[in-house]
């Protein structure tokens, strides 16, 4: 199966607590499901906390920074299994036990959509949920910014590959994309839409730029 992951930079932020809400739900999203990706973040957090720890302030050069990220695509795979926890997972605190009966909006042909931006109060991002009926194809299309995605449930597949549940993809404006939902459920992915324009926020999200 391909798994599709959030890349080093996106994990760093995370683990520095520089994401916004709905975007670090994506990646909490995703490292439940991924040891990988899991293992990873826990290197990022003891390198974290070891850089703490150096009093004073340490300041990263260039080649420290690029040998940090190849630390953690060295990072061996975590064989830690999942521990089912009787907990609600966030997903469910969030949107209650079955997606497939929130009150979706049909939109085009085969693609419902759900804004569920009002979860995430004071945050600038819309953040949707869109639905894409079983072997059902959603028209071509442009992003605009950048849209960060999470299967949820079902697959689909587009130009640059086959996502499944808990892949995650980055999409933007110079992406054109025709999903087609395929296997026998439907597809439903949590977006994050980003406005085009962004220099407000976080300390994280202003280093953004360069870190691309
Ligand atoms: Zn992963």
Known sequence: ???????????????????????????????????????????????????????????????????????IDEAPES???????????PLQKLLGDDINALPW???????????ISEKFPGQEERVVLQKLVAGGK????????TETTIVLQGAFSDVKGVFNQWDFVVLTDEDVHKPVAIGHEDCITLSILSAPLKLTGTFGRLLNPFMR
């Not at 932020?13 to 990988?36: M, T």
């Not at 850089?51 to 920074?65: A, C, I, L």
């Not at 909006?105 to 804004?115: A, E, F, H, I, Y």
């Not at 959603?138 to 910014?145: F, K, L």
């Open 138 to 145: 959603a028209p071509a299309h442009t992003h605009r910014g």
């Open 105 to 115: 909006k049909r939109q085009l042909g085969d693609v419902s959509v759900l804004d």
């Open 1 to 71: 199966m391909t798994r599709h992951h959030p890349d080093s930079l996106s994990l760093m932020e995370y683990s520095a607590g520089n994401l916004s809400e709905p975007h670090a739900l994506c990646i909490k999203l995703h490292l439940d499901q991924c040891p990988h990706c899991r293992s990873r973040v826990d290197t990022l957090n003891s390198l974290g906390a070891v850089m703490m720890d150096q009093q004073p302030k340490v300041t990263v050069s260039e080649t420290s920074f690029a040998q940090l990220l190849a630390r």
């Open 79 to 89: 064989n830690t299994p999942m521990v089912e926890s009787p907990r609600l997972s």
